[in-house]
């Protein structure tokens, strides 16, 4: 069992930055890869970025790339997502997850532990 606790969430303006973390316990964090996927007012849950076991292959969405970083400390078991030049259409609850294996994905059912999500809010 894995739990996940994202923090970082806040109110920033647009063009500013922010950085989310995601705290793993209670299991095998740096055999994983992982995700961070969002939610935006009356949208679905969508792909953001996702990192292989060893952080050596990372993806994102194409609305993000560029823009979005993501990275993990597996001494730390910590996970981040530090987002640059952000837009009011980047406003999302933002939630990390942990996939079953080493391997990235961008499709939400091969995660199989969710955090319970940070609110991302970018004014214009």
């Known amino acids: 069992q894995v739990q996940l606790v994202e923090s970082g969430g806040g109110l920033v303006q647009a063009g500013g930055s922010l950085r989310l973390s995601c705290a793993a316990s209670g299991g095998t964090f740096s055999s994983r890869a992982m995700g961070w996927f969002r939610r935006g007012p009356g949208k679905e849950r969508g792909f953001v970025a996702t990192?292989?076991?060893?952080?050596?292959?990372?993806y994102y969405s194409d609305s993000v790339k560029g823009r979005f970083t993501i990275s993990r400390d597996n001494a730390k078991n910590t996970l981040y997502l530090q987002m640059n030049s952000l837009k009011p259409e980047d406003t999302a609850v933002y939630y990390c997850?942990?996939?079953?294996?080493?391997?990235?994905?961008?499709?939400?059912?091969?995660?199989?532990?969710w955090g319970q999500g940070t609110q991302v809010t970018v004014s214009s």
């Open positions: 990192i292989n076991w060893i952080g050596g292959s990372t």
């Open positions: 997850a942990a996939k079953k294996g080493p391997y990235s994905s961008r499709t939400p059912g091969d995660y199989d532990y």
